[in-house]
């Protein structure tokens, strides 16, 4: 059964930073498309940052692109997201999403396979 179980968010100050971590069981994140999205309160769910293997380039939503790292940990199956200097407008529920057939645009939803419960993060001032 493929799972993927995001954890480390929480509530940071303006200029801090959280790194957030996918454990997937199930299937193995080297081999897979992988990618975080996230949805503020009353907005839709957005594309944050994604990438197509391990040695490939890793996408980035353009309001994170220089605050944000992607990277994964084939040992332990994991992927994280490293979210440095946040603001306010980042606090959302953050979710890891997986595939591992072809997408055509890993900046959406539509493709993905599997993915997370989430895990919030808040960003006060």
């Known amino acids: 059964q493929v799972q993927l179980v995001e954890s480390g968010g929480g509530l940071v100050q303006t200029g801090g930073s959280l790194r957030l971590s996918c454990e997937a069981s199930?299937?193995?994140?080297?081999?897979?498309?992988m990618g975080w999205f996230r949805q503020a309160p009353g907005k839709e769910r957005e594309f944050v940052a994604a990438?197509?293997?391990?040695?490939?380039?890793?996408i980035f939503l353009p309001s994170v692109n220089g605050r944000f790292g992607f990277s994964i940990d084939n040992a332990k199956n994991t992927v994280y997201l490293q979210m440095d200097n946040l603001k306010p407008e980042d606090t959302a529920v953050y979710y890891c999403?997986?595939?591992?057939?072809?997408?055509?645009?890993?900046?959406?939803?539509?493709?993905?396979?599997?993915w997370g419960q989430g895990t919030q993060v808040t960003v006060y001032t």
């Open positions: 999403y997986g595939a591992l057939g072809w997408i055509e645009d890993i900046t959406t939803e539509k493709g993905y396979s599997n």
């Open positions: 199930g299937f193995d994140v080297s081999r897979a498309i």
């Open positions: 990438r197509r293997s391990p040695s490939s380039m890793t």
